[in-house]
């Protein structure tokens, strides 16, 4: 197939951390061997108005490459912009933001909606998400897949504790809980560190940058490396005896999948898509808002074996090769159903 792909997020030169997951489903596709041309954002910069350039990217791109099928990621805009710059089926795939979006920004309901009857098909990256958006938007119900964004298994799978600690240069107070994401008041890291201060042992690393950094760098045993770049997260992962993501709430909740495969324990929010896919054997699901279940939680991941052959075995099932397949299938019967008539 001609698959046209469009992303508001995808790495780039500045920020090569944003949207890895669409840039791994683009590679595993072309690696299937359909041809793929790009309209993508590489940066978080720009407002509002670097939506303008993609639209113009994707509008040149479609009338250039004439696509079988146009791929987008995220509802609105890039939904959107798919529908909009070409008469090719449409998929798109929901990731979450883009989900609550619908009915808490102006214009976002209408749009989405529009968007979602010019659709072919609708991704879900978890049946919660699915759920949500159905509730909001009933129209969207029979057209909806769940089929996640998957994990490399290559890249991801477990790896010596002690030389990756070695290769890092980390020689902290053990154990270490890792958490990976954006220092944000969703992703819930004052209430994770202050959890942490609690149990008055080990070390809390945060990779990622947000608003909410300066506050976490005071705690005592905490350390903000900041972002760093993705080919070096399976190391971080391999490092840690725990990765901790007990967001306020988690459409999917790719950063626990990645430790799983990496054969460590987690801690993952009850809210949203982790309880889909992390066994009592492999983690632990926490209340986000119960500071004291918190506190449980991580003593709790600290008991469970590491390595956890139960995270990997669970992670398998969400190999990227098999949610790719499941993806190409989706797009196959768009392109089969347009041809149909």
């Given at each position: 197939?001609?698959?046209?792909?469009?992303?508001?997020?995808?790495?780039?030169?500045?920020?090569?951390?944003?949207?890895?997951?669409?840039?791994?489903?683009?590679?595993?596709?072309?690696?299937?061997?359909?041809?793929?041309?790009?309209?993508?954002?590489?940066?978080?910069?720009?407002?509002?108005?670097?939506?303008?350039?993609?639209?113009?990217?994707?509008?040149?791109?479609?009338?250039?490459?004439?696509?079988?099928?146009?791929?987008?990621?995220?509802?609105?805009?890039?939904?959107?912009?798919?529908?909009?710059?070409?008469?090719?089926?449409?998929?798109?795939?929901?990731?979450?933001?883009?989900?609550?979006?619908?009915?808490?920004?102006?214009?976002?309901?209408a749009l989405t909606r529009w968007t979602?009857?010019?659709?072919?098909?609708?991704?879900?990256?978890?049946?919660?998400?699915?759920?949500?958006?159905?509730?909001?938007?009933?129209?969207?119900?029979?057209?909806?897949?769940?089929?996640d964004c998957g994990v490399d298994l290559?890249?991801?799978?477990?790896?010596?504790?002690?030389?990756?600690?070695?290769?890092?240069?980390?020689?902290?107070?053990?154990?270490?809980?890792?958490?990976?994401g954006s220092l944000t008041e969703r992703?819930?890291?004052?209430?994770?560190?202050?959890?942490?201060?609690?149990?008055?042992?080990?070390?809390?690393?945060?990779?990622?940058?947000?608003?909410?950094?300066?506050?976490?760098?005071?705690?005592?045993?905490?350390?903000?490396?900041?972002?760093?770049?993705?080919?070096?997260?399976?190391?971080?992962?391999?490092?840690?005896?725990?990765?901790?993501?007990?967001?306020?709430?988690?459409?999917?909740?790719?950063?626990?999948?990645?430790?799983?495969?990496?054969?460590?324990?987690?801690?993952?929010?009850?809210?949203?898509?982790?309880?889909?896919?992390?066994?009592?054997?492999?983690?632990?699901?926490?209340?986000?808002?119960?500071?004291?279940?918190?506190?449980?939680?991580?003593?709790?991941?600290?008991?469970?074996?590491?390595?956890?052959?139960?995270?990997?075995?669970?992670?398998?099932?969400?190999?990227?090769?098999?949610?790719?397949?499941?993806?190409?299938?989706?797009?196959?019967?768009?392109?089969?159903?347009?041809?149909?008539?």
């Amino acid at each position: 197939m001609r698959i046209l792909l469009v992303s508001q997020m995808y790495p780039g030169p500045s920020d090569p951390d944003l949207g890895v997951f669409v840039a791994e489903l683009e590679r595993e596709l072309a690696r299937r061997g359909h041809e793929i041309e790009r309209a993508v954002l590489g940066r978080r910069s720009g407002g509002k108005l670097r939506f303008l350039s993609l639209a113009r990217e994707a509008r040149r791109k479609a009338r250039r490459f004439r696509p079988d099928v146009v791929y987008a990621h995220f509802l609105v805009p890039s939904g959107l912009i798919g529908a909009l710059v070409s008469k090719a089926p449409l998929v798109v795939t929901a990731h979450g933001q883009d989900v609550r979006n619908v009915g808490a920004l102006p214009g976002v309901r209408a749009l989405t909606r529009w968007t979602l009857r010019r659709a072919s098909a609708i991704v879900a990256v978890s049946r919660f998400l699915a759920r949500e958006l159905e509730t909001k938007l009933p129209q969207a119900g029979a057209k909806i897949s769940v089929i996640d964004c998957g994990v490399d298994l290559e890249r991801f799978q477990p790896r010596d504790q002690a030389e990756a600690r070695a290769r890092l240069g980390w020689d902290g107070e053990a154990p270490l809980f890792l958490c990976l994401g954006s220092l944000t008041e969703r992703k819930n890291v004052l209430r994770l560190a202050r959890a942490f201060s609690r149990l008055e042992r080990g070390s809390l690393v945060f990779l990622g940058d947000g608003p909410l950094r300066g506050e976490l760098e005071d705690f005592a045993g905490v350390q903000v490396p900041g972002r760093v770049p993705h080919e070096l997260v399976p190391t971080w992962l391999a490092a840690c005896d725990v990765l901790c993501q007990p967001s306020l709430i988690e459409p999917f909740g790719q950063a626990p999948l990645e430790a799983m495969a990496c054969a460590r324990p987690v801690v993952a929010t009850l809210l949203g898509g982790p309880p889909e896919f992390v066994p009592a054997a492999a983690g632990v699901l926490v209340d986000p808002v119960d500071e004291d279940a918190l506190v449980r939680a991580l003593e709790s991941a600290l008991d469970l074996p590491c390595p956890n052959e139960a995270g990997r075995a669970a992670a398998a099932a969400h190999g990227i090769s098999e949610q790719v397949e499941k993806i190409e299938r989706v797009l196959e019967q768009a392109v089969a159903r347009r041809a149909g008539g």
